[in-house]
């Protein structure tokens, strides 16, 4: 089976941009996460989706970030204007139901110039 | 709020020496998991413990969860340069909750 899926693995981009992150999570979960992960700040969840409705997005940092979640295969979280703090690793997460084991996808590698 | 702090933050230890991690939750957990990230990895899946002093082992590997479900801790025996890595636990409260991690350097 496959994993968690994610894209891009790595994006450079210019402050100001906007910036897309991709996420597949694995057939029949139905719990999806974003993590952001850096060395100050470590893991930190940003939302968390079930049934494709936002629970809890209390981790999202401001405005300028934004995570849908159309249908329960596919999930974006939008950077919009982005800016060099936004630089980090963003996991994407999927699990069978919100408290059970998480299967993290391999990352997209941010850097924000 | 909830928090999840474990301790230490960094460990470096010679190869073959012993190695634990503690995780200590401010609220009681229905279950921890702890998690294992490689360098430039993705934190993956180790273990769930769920009931209250569940010790469960995995080869060099032993998990403790508490009594009183608020920490739990993770000791490997005679560590190896495959260790190495930052462990995580996880804890669900009121919500679900990584814990700030500890990142083990396993010197040769």
């Known amino acids: 089976d496959a994993g968690v899926i994610q894209s891009p693995r790595h994006e450079v981009t210019e402050m100001g941009q906007e910036v897309t992150l991709r996420c597949k999570p694995i057939s029949g979960h139905n719990s999806l996460f974003w993590y952001r992960q850096t060395m100050m700040r470590g893991l930190e969840l940003l939302i968390y989706?079930?049934?494709?409705?936002?629970?809890?997005d209390s981790g999202m940092p401001e405005d300028r970030f934004s995570a849908k979640m159309p249908n329960a295969s596919f999930s974006t979280l939008k950077i919009q204007p982005s800016e060099p703090r936004d630089s980090a690793v963003y996991f994407c997460a999927s699990s069978r139901a919100g408290r059970e084991t998480q299967y993290f996808g391999p990352g997209t590698r941010l850097l924000v110039l | 709020g909830q928090q999840v702090m474990q301790i230490p933050q960094y460990q470096h230890v010679q190869e073959g020496e012993d190695f634990t991690t503690y995780c200590n939750s401010s609220t009681t957990l229905s279950n921890i998991q702890w998690y294992k990230q490689r360098p430039g990895g993705h934190p993956v899946f180790l273990i769930q413990?769920?009931?209250?002093?569940e010790v469960k082992k995995q080869k060099r590997l032993t998990f403790q969860f508490g009594e009183a479900k608020k920490n739990s801790s993770l000791h490997i025996t005679a560590t190896q340069t495959t260790d190495v890595g930052t462990y995580f636990c996880a804890g669900t409260g009121n919500q679900f909750y990584f814990g700030t991690g500890t990142s083990l350097t396993v010197i040769p």
């Open positions: 413990l769920v009931k209250s002093g």
């Open positions: 989706f079930n049934n494709n409705v936002p629970i809890d």
